[in-house]
Structures are given as C-alpha cells and as structure tokens.
C-alpha cells in the first residue's frame, strides 16, 4: 500500500515580512507595560536629582612647563654653544614619564602630607578641610596597616577633644597624649583654626602614601600644548582647588631639582676623569720632553732634513688620530669597567669623546635611575620590594650600554689597526734616515703626542667645569597651576546612566518573564525556531479523567482534538484509510500518551475504525488509560511469535469502533525486537483493518526507538510541552527534520494555559473575555510554571 501523503503546509509569511511582524509585536509587548517604563524613568529622574545635590563641584586645575630641548638648530645656539658638552636631545615622551613617575608624585605626597586627610562631618554631607583643619595628626610610628585608618573625633576646645571609642561612645582626651591604633602611634595638635570648630564632628583619615601616589599617578595628565611645541600641560581634577593647585607645583619643582641633581652627577663624574687623565699624563709629558733635551745635548742635534720634517709631521698628525682613538677607547674601557661592576660601586661614567647620541641618552637614563635609587634608599631599606622595578630597569640599561659599547669598540679598534698601519708605512718610509735622527722623530713624536692629549684634556675639562658651574634647570614655567570654573562631576555620564537604567531596568523585567527559565513558554518560539509545521495547540483543562472527548462535550480542549482530527485530513489528503500515526516527543512527561489516547477517541467518534498501539514497550500506559487487561498478549508477545494479530488487539470499551493494543509481557530488548520484519507485517495487517493506526512510542530523544518504528509509519505527531520541554530540544528535533530520521514531522503544542495571552473564547462559560489582565498579573502571571 502506498504511503505517499499530499502535504497540507500551513500559511507561511515571507521571512522578511514576519521579522518585520516580530519587531512590531515585540514593540507592542513593550509598549503595553509602558507605567513600568514610566515609573523607572521617575525613579531615575529622582536619583539624578539626588546626585546633583549631594555631588561635590570638581575643579580642573592646569599648568604649563616648557621643556627645553637641547638640540638646538644654528640661530638657536647660545653664545657658550662650543663648550655645551653634555648637551643632549630630550625625548618628550621620556620627560612625561619623568613626570609622572610614582618617585616624584610620591614627594609629593610627602611633602603636602596628602596621606592624612581631614573632614568636617555634617549628617551625610562633608566638607574637605584641606589646609583648614582645626588638627594636626603626626603619625609618630606607623604600622602600614591602613585597612581602617579613621579617627572620629569631636573639638571641645584648645586644650581637649572627643574620640569615638569603637563601642560607639565619645572619650574626652587632651591634645598632649599620644595614641596607639592599630595603623601605629600617633598623637593631635590643634592649629590656629581649632576655636573656629568648637562642637564640630571631624574626621581624619589616614592613607597608605603608596597607594595614595598611584592614583593621583592615575589621576595627573600630561600632554604637550601642541605638536611643534616642547610645552607641557599639566592637569588634575580635584573637588579642592587649592590641593590640586599645590600638587601640580610642588611636582614642577620636584621635577626641575631632580634634573638639576641628574646633570650635577654626569658632569662631576666627567670632571673626575678628566683630573685622573690629567695627572698621568702631566707625568707621561714631562719624561717625553726631558727626554728630548737629553738626546739633542748628548749629540749636539740642532735641526732636521726636509724630508725627516715631511715624515715627522705625517707621522704625528697619525699619532694625533690614533691617540684620540686610543682615548677613545679607555673611555669605552672605563664604561665596561662600571657596567661589569656591582649595582652600587662606582660613579656614573662619562661619554667625553664619544659621539654617539645613543650611548649618551643610555648613560643619561642609567644616571637617573641610580639617582633615583639613591634617594629611595636614603629612606628604605634595600630589601623593599619597591627596589625590584628601579634594579630590574637599572640592569636593562647595562645591558643596553653593554651592547652599544661592544659596537663602539669594534670600531674603535677597527681604526686603531688602519692607523697603526699608516704608522708602520711612515716608519718604513724612514728607514734611510740616520740613526741619530730617527732616534730623535720617535722620541719627538711621544712627546707630541703627549702633548697633545694634555692640551685636549685641558680644554675639555674647562668645557666641563663651566657646565658644572652653571647647572640650573633650562625648563621654564610657563603658568602656574590654574583652576578653572567648578563643574559637576561627569553630569552628562550620570544622566545617560539614569536614562539606561531607567529604561534597561522595566525592560530586562518583562524579557526576564521569558528567557529567565531554558524552556518553551510560547507558540511563538516554536514558529521562530525553524520550519517545522505547527498543526495544533492543546490547552490547558483541568480534569480527572484522562479521557478528555466525549461524544457530547464542548469543551476547548475537545474541540481541539477535533480540530487536529481535521487537519490531518487535509495532511493525509486523499488517503481514506489505512493511515499510520506516529505520536513521540523529545522527552518523557510530554503528553504522548495522552494525545494518543484522546485522538484515537476523537477519530472513533467520527466514525472512523480506528486502533492505538502501544508500541512504547519500556514505560507502557495505553493499558491503563482505558482500564483493558494488562495480561493480555500484546506486541511484544506478536513479535516473539508467541501470539496472532487477531489474539492481541482487544476493544477500548468507550467505542465500538475503537482498538487497543496493548504493549504484551515486559522484555529487556525492546529495541531489538522493534527491528525484526514482525513489526512491519503487523502494521501491513493493521493498514488493511482499520482507517487509523496510532502508534503511542518512547522518546526519541532517549531511546531509539521512535526512530526504528518511524519506517512503518505516514506522519510523525512530535509534542512540545509549554514550559516542560527544554529549548534545547528545538535543536534536536531540527536535526531530526534535517536527517529525516522521523518521517513527515508535525508539532503538536501542548499549553499549559487555559486561555492564551488572557483573552479568547471560554468555553466554560461561552462567552468572550475582553478584559484584558493587570499590569503585574501580565507581567508575573504563570511566572512560576516556567521553571
């Protein structure tokens, strides 16, 4: 018998239409619970209200520092340009890091004692009394436990104050006792404001100076003025505009006497070369010229040839050459020596005569980290952790010069061979010269050269000393810190913020009541999620029969298994009998057993011979539906040979026209015996006895065998129940549709709502319920289902 159906598919809009559709039921769902939205966007309004009267005004305090850099171009030059020895090119990205080093801004709060602060307390407000408090705490032996450095205090006069004790109450002490919390020692002096804060609440809080200076560290921008300009903007927000004022100049200073200290140590280590060359070369000079008296008295020289003159000037101007780059080379020796020393030994090394930019910014960078490592440990002990940053860069730096150095010297050394070359043809070209006044060129050319370095050296050295003489800071301040106008702390983002949350807040409720709980809560995502047809929604009916069609019943749920008896009609299309349904779902709980039931009785009741097979052979129910015999043979007994095909089918006893077949004798491979030819021979059998044939079979998605028996059967009935079935399932049940694994799939929507959306025809009642529900019954109804 042919099994071919002619497919009755739904009425689809086109997917741009229905997204179009969506959208506007989307907006309509909205829209609808438009006094939550209304309500949010009051509370929001009431809060950014609330804001702008408790919010502190911010002041944006700015100053300008003109960073002299160095290079300059000709017309730029100073009068003293040829003795600007360590004049060097200043990298602006590397002074703002300067700036703002946690170094300096720690200074800072040193120096302005920003760690310790002071507020007068009015109820809920507060009042910042930088630089105007009636106290002075000295901090005499700090802990650096600052988890809960507060003191709450009260003035009573000059000489006494309250101290709230951590039981709450006030204890009166006097200003000469000292203290001992858990964040150290500590003890008060009143100022000269003290008696304008007689009775007044203030409290003092103490701050880790850390931490304090990495979030003004945060806090501080700098930026240049413009991008050919060397000039930086300083900037800082702060509710105190004097304290922003003070922090911005003292970190200036702090930065010019930190480049003035750095310039100080590069030219005091180049002067201390330059006097240890000096004295052995003073020594190294006079030997040379001694020596040359000695040979011309003992043999009575008083000139040279012409051509001895040619050869000695040649030869020294070599000589020249080649001891300058033997300096040279010394000084890169001497750097090698520092860089291979120890982390302290040694002072910073000197560049003189070297002409490599690069080299010397390294040096300069090396000078100020050592620089800065010095200060630190003027005051803490070297085996802070604060000194794992400043060693770790220090040893960059090495590296670094190490690198550079070993390429200077191999170029070095390169010339030192070509000259020591040029030296050798010079010699070989003397070689005719008599004895005595070859003897004379060597020694007069040690004595030139001798003389020349010391000539060399001396001037460096005055170049040098006129540096270290006039090392001030060439950076100029350009404004003082400024504040500019009050302004209320990101108002624009506060009121953004209270519009989103003011919408955000409504709308994240009424799209809670839908995706809070992973499972099916409308017909709406089953027609989202794919193409599957959906044939029928089953609502929800109270009652304590499972039988829920009679022959003279009228209620919604009769009518909806009569109106699915109709669409299979069309589903089925020309095929009087015979037809084959297969009713299964995902999991178990899902109404399988029930639709089957009350189908077969709503295809019976028209007239149409029909037979439930129970085909479910681990979790059988059928039989208890309708109260038949469980001992009877069944299916399992037909496929085991044990039984005929007339011995298993017994009649429901609610319809003549009605058949049940029962699942038979329990057994343990159901799956197995689903697969053998009896099967299909007994729904052949079935086809030809009956018009309808349902078949009640396990989930698909936990046992096979809905899929084993699928290859009997003209149509699948899949059930969905609302809030039961997991959305995940969806995905499975596409897969199945995709792979054909089930034959002709139809979604059967099984509710669990009475009357969806509150509103529809009752048919309890008869009538039409035009009320539509409340507000938050709209929004909660049924909320609790949904898990």
């Known amino acids: 018998m042919s099994t071919q159906l002619a497919q009755f598919t739904p009425f689809r809009i086109p997917q741009e239409k229905q997204r179009s559709i969506n959208v506007s039921s989307i907006l309509k769902k909205y829209l609808y619970h438009w006094p939550l939205f209304f309500i949010g966007l009051s509370l929001a309004a009431v809060g950014v209200f609330t804001y702008y009267q408790v919010a502190k005004p911010v002041y944006e305090i700015k100053a300008t520092l003109l960073i002299q850099n160095e290079k300059k171009t000709a017309d730029q030059q100073s009068p003293l340009h040829e003795i600007d020895l360590l004049s060097t090119n200043r990298i602006m990205e590397n002074e703002f890091e300067i700036l703002k080093s946690k170094q300096l801004i720690s200074e800072v709060v040193r120096d302005l004692k920003l760690d310790i602060a002071y507020q007068k307390m009015d109820g809920l407000a507060t009042e910042d009394l930088y630089k105007n408090s009636p106290v002075k705490l000295t901090l005499i032996n700090p802990t650096g436990n600052y988890s809960s450095a507060t003191v709450n205090l009260v003035i009573i006069d000059q000489n006494s104050f309250f101290v709230s004790m951590p039981d709450g109450n006030l204890k009166q002490f006097s200003y000469k006792e000292t203290f001992k919390n858990n964040f150290g020692s500590w003890k008060l002096e009143p100022t000269a404001n003290v008696g304008e804060f007689k009775g007044a609440k203030i409290r003092i809080i103490l701050h880790d100076p850390d931490a304090l200076a990495i979030q003004y560290q945060k806090r501080i921008g700098v930026a240049l003025s413009s991008k050919s300009s060397t000039a930086a903007v300083l900037s800082i927000s702060d509710q105190v505009a004097q304290r922003g004022k003070d922090i911005l100049n003292r970190l200036i200073q702090n930065y010019k006497v930190a480049g003035i200290l750095v310039k100080k140590q590069e030219t005091r280590s180049t002067l201390d070369f330059i006097d240890s060359r000096l004295t052995t ?64 030994a ?140 009050p302004k209320n702390a990101m108002k624009a983002m506060i009121f953004a913020i209270a519009i989103f949350f003011g919408l955000a807040f409504p709308a994240g409720l009424i799209y809670a009541r839908g995706v809070i709980s992973p499972k099916v809560n409308d017909l709406q995502e089953l027609k989202d999620s794919g193409e599957i047809p959906i044939i029928g929604e089953l609502p929800f009916e109270p009652s304590k029969s499972r039988i829920a069609i009679s022959g003279n019943s009228a209620t919604a749920i009769s009518e909806q298994f009569r109106a699915l ?104 491979n159901p799956s197995e015996l689903l697969e053998r030819h009896q099967l299909a021979d007994l729904i052949m059998s079935l086809r030809d006895l009956y018009d309808d044939v349902i078949i009640d079979s396990p989930p698909v998605h936990l046992v096979p065998d809905a899929m084993i028996i699928s290859r009997v059967a003209d149509m699948t009935l899949y059930m969905i129940r609302q809030g039961y079935t997991k959305a995940d399932e969806l995905e499975f049940l596409k897969e199945l549709n995709k792979q054909n694994q089930l034959v002709n799939i139809n979604i059967i929507f099984n509710s669990i709502q009475r009357i969806r959306y509150g509103y529809g025809y009752n048919y309890d009642n008869n009538y039409y319920n035009s009320e539509k529900p409340s507000l938050l019954s709209s929004i909660f109804g049924n909320f609790t289902s949904r898990f």
């Open 281 to 344: 070369l003073a020594s190294e000079l006079n030997s040379a010229e001694k020596g040359i008296e000695t040979f011309k008295s003992s043999r009575g020289l008083t000139d040279l040839s012409s051509d001895s003159k040619i050869s000695l000037e040649n030869m020294q101007a070599n000589d020249a050459r080649l001891s300058q780059v033997n300096v040279q080379l010394s000084i890169i020796e001497g750097i090698e020596r520092y860089i291979n020393s120890s982390l302290n």
């Open 346 to 485: 040694g002072k910073t090394p000197s560049t003189l005569g070297i002409d490599d930019p690069a080299l010397s910014s390294l040096i300069e960078k090396l000078a100020q980290l050592q620089l800065q490592r010095e200060r630190l440990l003027a005051t803490t002990p070297e085996t802070n952790p604060d000194f794992e940053p400043i060693n770790r860069s220090i040893a960059i730096t090495k590296a670094a010069i190490k690198e550079n150095v070993s390429s200077i010297r191999s170029t070095l050394q390169n010339t030192q061979e070509k000259l020591q070359s040029f030296n050798d043809s010079f010699l070989y070209s003397i070689k005719n010269i008599p004895v005595q006044e070859r003897q004379f060129i060597n020694i007069k050319r040690q004595q030139a050269i001798k003389e020349g370095l010391y000539t060399y050296l001396l001037q460096k050295k005055e170049e040098v000393s006129v540096s270290y003489a006039s090392a001030l800071a060439n950076d100029r301040i350009v404004d003082e810190a400024y504040a500019g106008a």
């Open 565 to 668: 008896r109709i669409k299979m009609y069309y589903l089925f299309g020309q095929k009087e009998s015979g037809r084959v349904t297969l009713v299964t779902s995902s999991i178990a709980g899902e109404g399988k057993t029930y639709v089957s039931s009350n189908l077969g009785v709503a295809m019976a009741y028209s007239g149409r011979k029909t037979v439930l097979v129970e085909l479910d052979l681990r979790k059988p129910k059928l039989a208890e539906v309708f109260e038949i015999n469980t001992d009877h043979p069944g299916i399992s007994d037909f496929l085991n040979g044990k039984a005929s095909v007339d011995e298993i089918i017994q009649n429901s006893k609610l319809e003549p026209t009605l058949d049940v077949i029962g699942s038979g004798a329990l057994v343990h």
